[in-house]
Each structure stands twice: as C-alpha cells, then as structure tokens.
C-alpha cells in the first residue's frame, strides 16, 4: 500500500481541524515557553453549556431576597438543600453524589476527605450576555476579545507538558473541537477512542502506522511514523515543518489511543457507576485515557443549561443536568483514586441567570457562575457564599437582576496553573494575556481564593 502525504490527513478521516490546528495563522510555528511543572498533574474541565443557573446549584438561603416571591417555582428550601455546612448555602438537593467529595468534619460534620470547593459568584468585568462570545472568552481567557481564538488550556499545555513530545498531552472528548484546546500545535478531537483510527484489519493499521525511527529523522521507520518522524524533504516550503509535525502528531496519538483501547474493555474501579448517556460514556472513556496514556488534560462538553422555560425546581431539567455532573464527579472520585492526589476535575460555564424567575418558569441569561473544583489537593469548601461574603442586595446586585462576579475566572485558573501545574508567576501572562492589565483594573477581582495550597516542587 502506497500513501503520499498529501494523502494522509484526508484519508485518516481527520482534518486539521480535528486536530486543533489553525493552518492559516502566520505565527502556526510559534516557539513553545519552556516547562515549568511537574510531569504528573492532571486536569479534567467540564463545560457546562448554555449558561447554568448558579443561583439554584449553590442556594443562598441565607439571603432573605432568595425566597418564593422572586422564585415562585423555582425557589429551593432550605431543608431541601444539600448541607454545606456554613448556615449560609447549601446545594442543589439532585448533587447528592457531591458530597462524597465535600463531606468533611470540619466542613459540615461529615466524615469525608473534603477535596471539593464550591465556588459561587465567579465571572469577568463587561460580562456578556452572548452564549457564543462569553463561551469563546471563557475559553481563550481573553474577555472582549473576539477575534482571539487561542485556548487557555492550549497554552498551559503547551507551556509546560511539550506536545511535540508526548502527542498525547491534551485532548477534546467531543464530536467538535473545543476552543479551549485549539492553537497551532496539533491537540487532537476525539469523538470515541475506539473509532479514533483508521478504517481496515487491525493489522493492516497497525502496519500503516508503523514505528518511529530510532534516531530523529533517521531513515529506519516504518509506516506513517516513519515517513513523518524520518528524513524531511521540500526544505524550502513555508509549511514543511507543521505539516511534518501534523502527520507525525497524527499518527502518533491515533497509535498511543489504539494501544490503550487494545487492552480490552475498560472496568471503572472501586465500584465507580458514571451516569448513563453521552456525558457518562465520555467521563469513563476519559478515565481510561488517564489511566492507560500519558494523556493530562481532558475537556468534555454538556449542554442543555439554557433554561428560559421549565428550568424545574428539584426535578427538571436542570436538576436532571446537575444529578448527572453530580454523579460524574463522584464516579471520577472512586474511579482514580489512584490518580487522584495529582488529579483536578473543574467545571465552567459561561454565564449564570437571572435571579428573578420569568414568566415562562424558567431563568433568563444572567452574571456570575458557579464553579466546582475537585481533586486530592483540593482545600474544600464554599467560597464567595457566607454570611461575610454575601452582602444585603448581592443576589440582585448587577443591573438590578442579577447577582454580579466576586472573583474573576481567570484568577481560579490562574491558582490551578500556577499551583497545580506550577507555572511560574512569570509565564502566567502567557497562559493567560491581559492578566496583570486586568488584575490592576480589578484587583478585587483578583484575590487569590486559596482553593489549592502552593505547588510543592519534585
């Protein structure tokens, strides 16, 4: 069997796109920042599409303006809510699974690890209102900035794990690419890791592959990694090198996912159940990723959050979507306790919702957000949502309708990278452009939550 290069991409089924390139970029061969982490910290983000509504996912009972009045089917009691522990807030009554990862004695008298911090009130300066635009900001970490399309994660991956060396460094687990991981090194889009190969006998496709030579550029591969990772031809083309690296990233991940999915059928561990449906297949498929390749960042989507009708009070449509997440993280929990001292699992969303129902029993696109961050390290609890935190008026206090951000999400993802990662102070603006402008036009927004103690260094 013969295969140009040319032919590689479009036979193989997946673009450049899949693979998060943007080949018109006339930065596509950027110089990578030098690592600065530890080689074994993983992170798993959830996007949570649509716009969630914060208001009903971590309860202020707290406020006397949460009440039925201002939610006349929605509003959630207090002894229905989920206890935190902090006569404040509680959580939305279907996330019962959560509290396996919050419960802890000195958080709500539970006995638990307590490596879960519910963080409310999290959001950006000039929020809009645009699932589209918000989404992309939330993703590239660039609020107001539409034409930026560079992900945030994209940029941590590339600053401190070296996807040109480990092809699998990063990953979407999606049907589409996610902004969050585009840029112009290849980060691969895979829909279902055992369909992510090419069509044929296992073994003619394993023969197709090949083998990287010994040497690099040597002349002794086999296959498409050998064609790819040997000797170069066309010196004098602008894109040799990305198209190189493209088919070598290619054939490379597709041959470290077939490898994983070769050892069989994938048992979670510890009696771990991930939720039924798409959201539940990806959780597990993520799962053996983390446990069978050098994969260390993973995104997965779930929709259905833009609730304008019939959002539902405990059952209902979000409460369907929130026992699902609920029950992801918990089966995450079980499932890599192995893994899970070096492990994070975070959630974002674009936006919260009003916090006045609508006529249509349901929330309208609002502010601040919920976020939940998981993980051995994680110092657990509420954040943003107590008695200091929450002042008289806060539920109502952007534009009279919705409640506004205390913390920028930028500064929780800055503690991530910086203290789980450990990037460097110094390499944050490049993970994260605009960080010090904005930090100084909002410092308040700033504040470092404390979720996660400092790096420890290896």
């Known amino acids: 069997m013969i295969l140009r290069r040319r032919d590689f991409l479009k036979a193989s089924g997946m673009a450049a796109f899949g693979f998060g390139l943007n080949l018109l970029r006339p930065d596509a061969c950027m110089s990578r920042v030098l690592a600065d982490a530890p080689s074994d910290t993983k992170l798993v983000f959830i996007f949570q599409r649509g716009g969630n509504d914060a208001v009903n996912t971590v309860i202020p009972y707290g406020d006397p303006e949460y009440n039925a009045v201002n939610r006349p089917t929605l509003y959630i009691p207090r002894a229905s809510a989920l206890d935190l522990g902090n006569e404040f807030a509680g959580l939305h009554p279907r996330m019962a699974p959560m509290m396996d990862l919050y419960n802890h004695l000195d958080l709500n008298g539970q006995a638990g690890p307590g490596n879960l911090a519910v963080i409310q009130r999290v959001g950006y300066a000039g929020q809009s209102q645009s699932h589209f635009d918000s989404q992309q900001y939330w993703e590239t970490g660039r609020p107001g900035d539409k034409a930026f399309e560079e992900g945030m994660f994209y940029r941590q991956v590339v600053a401190t794990m070296d996807p040109a060396q480990n092809r699998l460094a990063a990953a979407a687990i999606s049907g589409s690419q996610m902004t969050a991981l585009k840029g112009p090194l290849p980060i691969p889009t895979i ?7 090419f069509s044929g006998d296992p073994a003619q496709v394993a023969k197709l592959i090949g083998r990287l030579p010994s040497t690099a550029e ?3 591969g086999t296959g498409l990694l050998g064609a790819y990772g040997g000797p170069r031809d066309f010196p004098g083309k602008r894109h040799r090198d990305l198209v190189y690296g493209t088919g070598l990233a290619l054939a490379d991940a597709i041959n470290i996912v077939q490898e994983a999915v070769a050892q069989g059928p994938y048992e979670p561990a510890n009696g771990a159940i991930y939720p039924e449906g798409s959201f ?4 597990a498929q993520i799962a053996m990723l983390l446990k069978r390749t050098p994969a260390r960042v993973l995104g997965l989507n779930i929709g259905g959050w833009d609730t304008h009708t019939n959002q539902g009070q405990i059952n209902g449509r979000q409460g369907d979507l929130l026992a699902r997440v609920a029950q992801g993280f918990q089966a995450l929990y079980y499932d890599l306790q192995e893994q899970w001292g070096k492990l994070l699992i975070v959630t974002m969303s674009e936006f919260g ?5 609508n006529g249509s029993q349901g929330t309208d696109h609002g502010h601040a957000c919920a976020m939940f961050v998981a993980g051995g390290r994680v110092r657990g609890g509420v954040y943003n949502c107590d ?4 002042l008289p008026g806060d539920l109502f206090s952007a534009r009279d309708r919705y409640l506004d951000r205390r913390t920028d ?3 929780v993802f800055a503690e991530i990278f910086t203290r789980h990662f450990g990037t460097s102070d110094a390499r944050l603006e490049a993970v994260i452009p605009g960080y010090t402008q904005a930090l100084l ?8 939550l404390d979720f996660l103690p400092p790096a420890t260094t290896t």
């Open 353 to 357: 919702r009003t916090s006045r129902e």
């Open 191 to 197: 829909s279902n890791p055992e369909t992510f190969t």
């Open 409 to 411: 999400f930028r500064a």
């Open 218 to 220: 040597g002349a002794d």
């Open 441 to 448: 036009e909002n410092p308040a927004d700033f504040v470092s």
């Open 387 to 390: 008695a200091e935190a929450w």
């Open 280 to 283: 539940g297949t990806r959780l």
